[in-house]
């Protein structure tokens, strides 16, 4: 009889004693339920899983039937790498045996109008495809409103729609002339057509509309194609980077008012409208505090707090500048609305300017407000230009903060926040600092790290030069290898990471945390490998597990193929790898990265 | 204390109390049924696993006795926020219980918790064959596990093709 009992001596334990089975074709994973199988693949990348699915048949059968890459990953369809005219994408389709359960998600990049033809042909003859999707994402596609809405009406089961767009649309014009709903005045046939076999009704599946484009008008259109069915969004999103014109605004804010009104018993989120742009102009001097103006007046004017009736609203976050002189208006027009909204959980407010002695009427908005179920948070923009504001006495409504510099005096980073490096600012999760003066020095790393411990955005930028250019940089400030070490070991919660600043001084050291010896090593013998001795003291950049944006710009010769040999490995989110500078990286270090990025899984690469 | 014996497919007997015992799923349903059955409170049951060798099942009770203290979680209550695995797989003595194993195993080792039902050894043995695919190649994982690629016709190539459209979201 034996027992459990003693503990497992050291002796490697092998399978090599198993009788009989030990044939050398024996694979591990014969008997193996699939059950256990979906199991171990169940917390797999994409990549890994699409490395599986060609072992052998039986796994990819099983990765297949799990639908595990239908959950996590998309059918990505771009439309400048795949094919001019979508001929490739056609034979896929038309020839692939799996693809009608594969993918829920649908990703258009860069699709344009010459790709639309065999587009429309395959979405109406291939209901099976279809009728998977929930979600369809056009990322910088160049179609216009009226190709976006047939390819809404033939995906009935779509509950997400995502359209971003960074640049300037082809199509201006046709968003431009927008969808006139007023009957009398259709004139164009194609939105006759579809509004005449009501296939609209699509629209009313809808869940969740994010919408980003560069132009208001865009987004005014976006509002009117909503409004004409949907009736149970849960979320909207709607942004732009322009500045709003008052009588433009006017009619975004009519078009977003009886929008919401359809979807007021469903709306748990809306964010809008501005996208946080890099603050390297003076604030006063632009329209944008005409825009939070022109919303102000139209909520008292509308009476959003009496007639809106948003009753299950939990999050609402609004993009805005506030010019000092609002000030007042935040208590008297803004508070009504807040307390109408009784399921309230989260308020924020971006960009909000932020002058010395105007912290006053954040002060007394948040008292207002302060027996409500939320908390708010700002987003807050300041420079020194007429002193630093105090922040201290709501920093626990922080939740991002911009600081810019223009006066002389400032020539650190701690002349600037107070109690920098003392206080802690649990909640702020993100820091954009940007210099515009030419005595700072010292972005004081140490401190920040200290001050800032949960930071999941951060944006040095030492930016005194008029030059522009990618490669140069005339940064005093400096970042050096103990600092970037810093910010591996101790901001693991980054998921953005921007420096712009004097990184002459940075090595390989503190981007890969590997020894200078080594590092001499490798360089002098041209072989770039560690050995079994070899110790690593410090982290590599890849510890930044969550980070998706990495931009580094001013690097110096120091920076050589060891960076990104060593320092970007297994990195599964990053989407942006920007490394500018006069850095040594050579062709070798290039083509890892490549390689490793590459264009397939969306990642914006450039050394 | 009571006892339940506890017989490998290759016939050697484990002894071990029943309390231990019943942290398996499978052992506990087997001792249920066992005292229906019996008229004998007083008698010892005895659960013949056809499946395991007595070698694994060594390793099963073993993993069982280390950590018979641990909470008993439900069935499924760690997939719902994802941390609970890793956090279950993460003790030294757990790290150094699997470190002489090999592949093979290994895999025998998660066949025995999945059939016993110890959700906690399947838990941490899942995870280290996750972590010897994470970030390999496709001939490496061939290699590591012996995996045949009896792919019929075109069947790899089409395979190829589909993951080209695909990427994470």
Redesign the interface.
């Known amino acids: 009889m034996e027992n459990p009992g003693p503990p497992i001596d050291s002796a490697p334990i092998t399978s090599s004693n198993r009788g009989g089975q030990n044939d050398g074709t024996f694979s591990y994973f014969n008997d193996c339920p699939e059950g256990v199988l979906i199991k171990i693949f169940d917390k797999l990348s994409v990549q890994d899983l699409m490395n599986c699915r060609l072992t052998c048949p039986r796994w990819d059968k099983t990765i297949l039937i799990s639908e595990l890459l239908d959950m996590k990953s998309s059918f990505v369809f771009d439309g400048r790498r795949d094919d001019n005219i979508g001929g490739k994408c056609a034979t896929y389709m038309e020839e692939s045996s799996s693809k009608n359960y594969y993918w829920s998600h649908l990703k258009f990049r860069r699709v344009g109008g010459r790709q639309t033809p065999w587009l429309f042909d395959h979405l109406e003859h291939d209901p099976d495809f279809t009728l998977t999707i929930s979600m369809l994402e056009l990322l910088n596609c160049s179609i216009n409103w009226l190709i976006i809405l047939q390819i809404l009406m033939y995906l009935p089961n779509l509950e997400v729609f995502v359209d971003s767009q960074d640049m300037y649309c082809w199509d201006y014009q046709t968003f431009n002339s927008g969808i006139e709903e007023d009957e009398t005045i259709q004139e164009n046939v194609g939105f006759q057509q579809i509004r005449n076999q009501d296939k609209l009704d699509n629209l009313a599946r809808l869940r969740v509309a994010r919408i980003h484009r560069s132009q208001l008008v865009e987004c005014t259109t976006y509002l009117k194609i909503l409004k004409l069915r949907s009736n149970s969004l849960r979320e909207l999103e709607i942004t732009t980077d322009q500045n709003f014109a008052p009588q433009r605004a006017q009619l975004f804010y009519t078009h977003l008012y009886s929008l919401l009104r359809n979807n007021a018993d469903s709306l748990k989120m809306l964010k809008f409208p501005f996208k946080f742009v890099c603050p390297t102009y003076d604030f006063r001097v632009t329209d944008e505090h005409h825009a939070f103006r022109e919303f102000l007046n139209h909520i008292t004017e509308q009476r959003w707090s009496e007639t809106l009736g948003l009753r299950v609203l939990e999050e609402l976050s609004l993009q805005f500048g506030v010019l000092p002189i609002d000030g007042q208006d935040l208590k008297l027009r803004l508070v009504p609305l807040l307390n109408s909204l009784h399921s309230l959980k989260n308020f924020s407010m971006q960009c909000v300017f932020l002058e010395s002695g105007m912290e006053r009427f954040i002060e007394e908005f948040l008292r207002e407000i302060h027996t409500s179920q939320f908390r708010p948070q700002f987003g807050i923009y300041m420079n020194d230009a007429a002193g630093v504001p105090n922040i201290l006495n709501f920093q626990r409504s922080l939740r991002s903060l911009s600081v810019q510099t223009f006066r002389e005096m400032a020539k650190q980073l701690k002349d600037l926040i107070p109690l920098f490096g003392i206080e802690c600012y649990e909640d702020l999760k993100e820091l954009q600092y940007f210099s515009k003066n030419h005595t700072f020095r010292n972005f004081n790393l140490d401190l920040l790290i200290e001050s800032f411990s949960n930071l999941t955005h951060l944006n040095l930028v030492d930016h005194n030069s008029r030059l522009e250019t990618r490669h140069s940089c005339e940064a005093l400030a400096t970042i050096e290898d103990p600092d970037m070490q810093l910010i591996i070991k101790h901001l693991r919660k980054l998921v953005s990471l921007q420096l712009i600043a004097n990184m002459t001084f940075l090595t390989d050291v503190g981007m890969t945390g590997i020894d200078k010896e080594i590092c001499k090593r490798m360089q002098s013998g041209n072989l770039y490998a560690l050995s079994e001795e070899d110790v690593v003291s410090g982290a590599p950049l890849s510890k930044l597990q969550n980070l998706r944006f990495l931009v580094l710009r001013g690097l110096g010769i120091k920076v050589t193929d060891i960076t990104p040999l060593f320092a970007f490995n297994g990195m599964p989110l990053l989407k942006k790898l920007h490394l500018y500078g006069s850095h040594q990286v050579s062709v070798l270090g290039r083509s890892s990265l490549a390689q490793q990025f590459n264009a397939s899984r969306g990642c914006d690469l450039q050394v | 204390m009571a006892l339940v014996r506890v017989i490998s497919s290759d016939g050697?007997?484990?002894?071990?109390s029943q309390r231990l015992a019943k942290r398996s799923g499978k052992l506990k349903t087997e001792i249920e049924t066992f005292r229906k059955s019996s008229d004998n409170s007083e008698a010892q049951p005895e659960i013949r696993i056809v499946t395991i060798?007595?070698?694994i099942l060594?390793?099963v009770?073993?993993w069982?006795?280390q950590h018979q203290n641990d909470p008993v979680l439900p069935a499924n209550q760690n997939e719902q926020d994802g941390r609970g695995?890793a956090e279950m797989g993460q003790s030294q003595w757990d790290r150094?219980?699997l470190a002489?194993?090999?592949?093979?195993?290994v895999?025998?080792l998660?066949?025995a918790a999945?059939h016993l039902e110890v959700k906690g050894l399947?838990d941490i043995t899942?995870?280290l064959?996750?972590s010897k695919?994470?970030?390999?190649?496709?001939d490496e994982?061939?290699t590591a596990?012996?995996?045949?690629?009896?792919?019929?016709g075109n069947?790899?190539e089409?395979?190829?093709?589909?993951?080209?459209?695909?990427?994470?979201?």
């Open positions: 050697a007997a484990f002894l071990v060798r007595a070698e060594r390793l009770l073993q069982l006795q695995d150094d219980f002489p194993m090999d592949l093979g195993i895999m025998e998660i066949l999945n399947l899942c995870k064959v996750e695919i994470t970030g390999r190649t496709v994982i061939r596990f012996k995996l045949k690629s009896d792919f019929k069947e790899e089409q395979t190829r093709l589909e993951n080209r459209w695909c990427v994470e979201n």
